[in-house]
């Protein structure tokens, strides 16, 4: 297999640095809030990571985070905790926003077909460890103490900048106007933080009461399951410049290494081309895609059809066309099932080994993607072909199994109410009429109700 390594700026050959087993971290979610679908893109990335590894048969000790604390307003260290803040805007325990969102982030993992890492690892439940390791970078010198905390002194390495390529100077330059004026340089950042009197999360440590910096917890619970240095860290493209750097600065002052041989990062999503934010209320959850009627899966085929380190761009029009791929795949598959042909071994092994080169160049799956549609279209109709789309299902996991499939649409006309179904049936004898205008006034009735309406081609 091959991937982009941001750290090495060029596709690398991977091999685990140990035995079968490829070790991975993942940055995981601050579960202050509900994940949009921004944040899912990076969490579609991860599995479709671990599905192709595992495809090519290595078991994987894959470990995600759980930010419950720590992670300050500015991923840089300024401005106020971001769930001591939701816990005072909604005047909540910060332990009970955390379990709330948790719970929540997981049930979009199960809606995407997201798969669990083996472990999960929770901020909170850590602090020990991570006090450690930022002693450890005290006494090998990497480090300062201020009225505000512990500080990672960034001129003790010999270059700081090392994944996003920059020099110091040019960051220097672009620093802020520093808010502690304690730090020797603008560019060093927080290990431990001194908790003011009102914060609520906060334990006593060598250097009073304290709460970890979001840095250090990663880099933490990271050596704490996987070791010094493990195969793979994942993250999304914001964190190249601050958090990622600051990981290999906090691992250079603890251990002297490098902690991961791959760093991958899933470019951002952005909504209507733009950022999403709060205020243009496009920070959609997968719960508001479902209200409007489309699967969490036509998002997750939305995924897939862009290479994860493109930019995507999100609109309802694309989610649409998504939407509608993933009824024609069933369709598709429903017509290989119903087949009595048979394929030939050596065109299944074919199609195998092009699906293999795919995913394993970058995890290319906009290509994986149309060999499964040359698949699905083939004029033969053959239940051997179900077999090999089952096959690849197990990397792109959109529950392509026929059984699957005729589940859920058993589901789906029960759960149709008596209203959209007579619509329906009023749109069928409308288009066998021939009138259009009439038919298409239906469908957008039917699009109001949240029911998307995809038309076999004539
Ligand atoms: P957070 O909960 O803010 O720490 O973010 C969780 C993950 O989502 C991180 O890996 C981010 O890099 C990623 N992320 C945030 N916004 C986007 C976006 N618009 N597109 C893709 N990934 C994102
Ligand atoms: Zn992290």
Excluded at 198 to 206: C, L
Excluded at 232 to 242: K, L, M, Q, S, V
Excluded at 267 to 291: H, P, W
Excluded at 380 to 391: E, H, Q, T
Aim: proline share 2%.
């Amino acid at each position: 297999m091959k991937f982009f390594n941001t750290l090495t700026r060029k596709k690398d050959d991977f091999e685990p640095l140990e035995g079968n087993t490829v070790r991975i971290y993942s940055c995981g979610p601050t579960v202050y809030n509900y994940a949009h679908i921004g944040n899912l893109r990076a969490y579609l990335f991860m599995d479709l990571l671990r599905r192709g590894l595992r495809y090519n048969g290595y078991d994987l000790k894959h470990v995600m985070n759980i930010t419950d604390v720590g992670h300050l307003v500015s991923d840089a260290d300024t401005g106020e905790d971001k769930m001591e803040k939701a816990a005072r805007e909604q005047k909540k325990d910060p332990y009970e926003i955390a379990a709330f969102y948790t719970k929540e982030f997981f049930a979009d993992f199960e809606r995407l077909n997201i798969e669990k890492p083996e472990i999960i690892a929770k901020a909170t439940d850590h602090i020990a460890e991570m006090e450690k390791y930022v002693q450890e970078i005290m006494e090998n010198g990497y480090a300062y103490e201020t009225g505000n905390g512990v500080y990672f002194d960034i001129s003790k390495l010999d270059r700081y900048g090392i994944l996003s390529g920059t020099n110091t100077e040019e960051q220097m330059a672009g620093a802020r106007i520093e808010v502690d004026s304690e730090k020797r340089n603008p560019l060093d950042f927080a290990l431990w933080i001194k908790a003011p009197e009102n914060h609520i999360m906060k334990w006593d440590s060598q250097w009073g009461k304290c709460y970890p910096g979001w840095h250090i917890e990663c880099s933490a619970m990271g050596r704490k399951y996987l070791g010094d240095v493990f195969d793979i860290h994942t993250g999304g493209e914001d964190h190249i410049p601050i958090h990622h750097e600051n990981e290999i600065a906090q691992a250079k002052g603890a251990t002297g290494k490098i902690p991961a041989k791959f760093w991958m990062h899933v470019a951002f999503l952005t909504v209507d081309g733009g950022k999403m934010s709060k205020s243009l209320g496009n920070c959609y959850r997968i719960a508001e895609l479902q209200e409007k009627g489309f699967e969490p899966l036509a998002y997750r085929y939305f995924c897939l059809n862009s290479h994860y380190k493109s930019k995507l761009n999100f609109t309802f029009d694309a989610l649409k066309g998504a939407q509608t791929s993933l009824n024609r795949l069933r369709e598709g598959i429903k017509q290989h099932a119903l087949g009595n042909d048979s394929a030939e071994k050596e065109e299944i092994a074919q199609y195998k080994e092009q699906f293999r080169e795919a995913i394993n160049d970058d995890l290319n799956s906009p290509k994986a993607l149309a060999i499964l549609w040359e698949v699905v279209r083939k004029e033969k109709k053959s239940k051997d072909y179900l077999d090999l789309i089952l096959d690849f299902d197990r990397v792109l996991g959109l529950d392509l199994d026929i059984e699957k499939i005729k589940k859920l649409e058993e589901s789906k006309e029960d759960s149709m109410s008596d209203e959209v179904k007579a619509l329906i049936e009023q749109r069928n004898q409308a288009r066998a009429e021939k009138n259009w205008a009439e038919a298409d006034r239906i469908r957008d009735l039917l699009n109001q109700m949240g029911i998307q309406i995809n038309d076999k081609k004539a």
